[in-house]
Nanobody
Framework: QVQLVESGGGLVQPGGSLRLSCAAS???????MGWYRHPPGGERELVAT???????LYVESAEGRFTISRDDAKNTVYLQMDKLEPADTAVYYC????????WGQGTQVTVSS
């Protein structure tokens, strides 16, 4: 079964950037992969997805600020986050679009001055 490991989170000031990585234990090249986040006191929510041919889709709050990409040779999905805002504070996870794989531990992103 595919295992997912997220990394790249941290503490950043508003307006800053982070690049998250999601490393899969085996190929996920044929899957639509997504980034999700779980904000404090909230529900897990979709941030962006990317198809097997690299077509991205973003939720409104991520459009124009975040970029999802994938490198199937490395079994890795990325999320470049720019112009970060305090509302982006959350634990970020990746998974197949229908949550097919077990959830990883996530990576904490904190946006604060």
């Amino acid at each position: 079964q595919v295992q997912l490991v997220e990394s790249g989170g941290g503490l950043v000031q508003p307006g800053g950037s982070l690049r998250l990585s999601c490393a899969a234990s085996e190929s996920v090249a044929w899957y639509v992969m997504g980034w999700y986040r779980h904000p404090p006191g909230g529900e897990r929510e979709l941030v962006a997805t990317i198809t097997s041919v690299g077509r991205p889709l973003y939720v409104e709050s991520a459009e124009g600020r975040f970029t999802i990409s994938r490198d199937d040779a490395k079994n890795t999905v990325y999320l470049q986050m720019d112009k970060l805002e305090p509302a982006d504070t959350a634990v970020y996870y990746c998974n197949e679009q229908r949550w097919k794989f077990p959830w990883g531990q996530g990576t904490q992103v904190t946006v604060s001055s």
